[in-house]
């Protein structure tokens, strides 16, 4: 069963940026392709970005190219994302999901989930 901790949740001003960081536990690390979510209140919950078991492929949403980067470290178990030039519409609660079988940018073909932190986005 595989355990994810999220971390770097924050309040920033419009403009500034923010890292976030996961680290899994009680798995295969390097077997997991790994993703980040968001869901803002009264939203659904939004593909961010996403990360092929090897680092080698990244996805992104829409909302975010050019401004998220997503990264990993099997060394240490840990996948986060780079959120640059933040604005008060990235304001949501973040998660960080993980499966074996290739990316997907629903949220419902994830198994494993951390509890998720807050971002907060000032104007």
């Known amino acids: 069963q595989v355990q994810l901790v999220e971390s770097g949740g924050g309040l920033v001003q419009a403009g500034g940026s923010l890292r976030r960081s996961c680290e899994a536990s009680g798995g295969t690390f390097s077997m997991y392709n790994m993703a980040w979510f968001r869901q803002a209140p009264g939203k659904e919950r939004e593909f961010v970005a996403a990360i092929s078991w090897r680092g080698t492929n990244t996805y992104y949403g829409d909302s975010v190219k050019g401004r998220f980067t997503i990264s990993r470290d099997n060394a240490k178990n840990t996948v986060s994302l780079q959120m640059n030039t933040l604005q008060p519409e990235d304001s949501a609660f973040y998660y960080c999901?993980?499966?074996?079988?290739?990316?997907?940018?629903?949220?419902?073909?994830?198994?494993?989930w951390g509890q998720g932190t807050q971002v907060t986005v000032s104007s």
């Open positions: 999901p993980c499966r074996e079988a290739p990316y997907s940018d629903y949220a419902w073909r994830y198994a494993y």
